[in-house]
C-alpha cells in the first residue's frame, strides 16, 4: 500500500522558537495532503488541506499564520509552527491522497509528537 | 455542525468474544466511510471502508455495517484478541477529494 513518513517522529522545542515538521508520501504523488492535530485522548481535528502548488485552505479556528503549511511538490508537504507556545503542544499527523493512490483514500504518516516547553 | 461521533467511549471484552463499536454520523451526504485503528503513539491504522451504496463489508475478521436510514455506521470484530485492544474511529468523507472527518473514538481493551 502507499506509504506516508513524517519527520521528526518527535520534538520537544523551547516556547518562541518554530518548528519544521515534514510530510512524504513515499511511493505515490499526492496531489493533496491534509494535516490534522490530535490532542490526548481526543480524535483527529483537521487543521488544513494542502493541494500541490496552491496555497492551504484551513479549517475554522486555525491560524494560518500560525501553521504555514507549503506543498511545493507532490511527495513533500512541511507544516511550520511559529512561535510555538506550550498549547501548541500535541501530536501532529499528516494524510495524503491522489495520483495512483486514487482520490478517495487517504494515507496516513505517523505522526510527530510536538513538545513546547 | 455535521459530525461523526461514536456512542460509547470504551468497551472491555474478553478474548474470543464479538466486538461492536458504534458510530453515528450526522451528514446524510457522506459517501465514503472508514473504521480506523489507532495504538497509542501512531497514526490510524485503515482497518476497513465502505461505500454509500453498500450496506454491508467483510474484511478477515471484521465487518462493517452501514445503515442510510438511521445514519448509523457499526464495526465488528470476530473473536476479539489482545492485539485488538486500540482506540478505534470512524470516519466520514463527503466527496472525493475533500478531508475525512474523524468521529471521537471508542477505546477498545480485551482481556485474556
Known amino acids: 500500500g502507499a506509504v506516508v513518513s513524517q519527520h521528526p517522529s518527535w520534538v520537544i522545542c523551547k516556547s518562541g522558537t518554530s518548528v519544521k515538521i515534514e510530510c512524504r508520501s513515499l511511493?505515490?504523488?499526492?496531489?493533496?495532503m491534509f494535516w490534522y492535530r490530535q490532542f490526548p485522548k481526543q480524535s483527529l481535528m483537521l487543521m488544513a488541506t494542502?493541494?500541490?502548488?496552491?496555497?492551504?485552505?484551513?479549517e475554522q479556528g486555525v491560524e494560518k499564520d500560525k501553521f504555514l503549511i507549503n506543498h511545493a511538490s507532490l511527495t513533500l508537504s512541511t507544516l511550520t509552527v511559529t512561535s510555538a507556545h506550550p498549547e501548541d503542544s500535541s501530536f501532529y499527523i499528516c494524510?495524503?491522497?491522489?495520483?495512483?493512490?486514487?482520490?478517495?483514500?487517504?494515507?496516513f504518516g505517523p505522526g510527530t509528537r510536538l513538545t513546547v516547553l | 455542525g455535521e459530525s461523526v461521533g461514536l456512542h460509547l467511549p470504551t468497551l472491555s471484552v474478553q478474548e474470543g468474544d464479538n466486538s461492536i463499536i458504534n458510530c453515528a454520523y450526522s451528514?446524510?451526504?457522506?459517501?465514503?466511510f472508514i473504521w480506523y485503528k489507532q495504538e497509542s503513539g501512531k497514526g490510524p491504522q485503515f482497518i476497513i471502508d465502505i461505500r454509500s451504496n453498500m450496506d454491508k463489508r467483510q474484511g478477515q475478521r471484521v465487518t462493517v455495517l452501514l445503515n442510510k436510514t438511521v445514519k448509523h455506521l457499526s464495526l465488528q470484530i470476530a473473536a476479539t484478541q489482545p492485539g485488538d485492544s486500540a482506540v478505534y474511529f470512524c470516519a466520514e468523507k463527503k466527496q472525493a477529494g475533500t478531508a475525512l472527518i474523524f468521529g471521537k473514538g471508542t477505546t477498545l481493551s480485551v482481556s485474556s
Open positions: 494542502s493541494n500541490e502548488g496552491s496555497k492551504a485552505t484551513y
Open positions: 451528514n446524510s451526504a457522506s459517501d465514503y
Open positions: 494524510s495524503a491522497s491522489g495520483g495512483l493512490a486514487g482520490n478517495n483514500e487517504q494515507f
Open positions: 511511493d505515490f504523488q499526492a496531489t493533496t
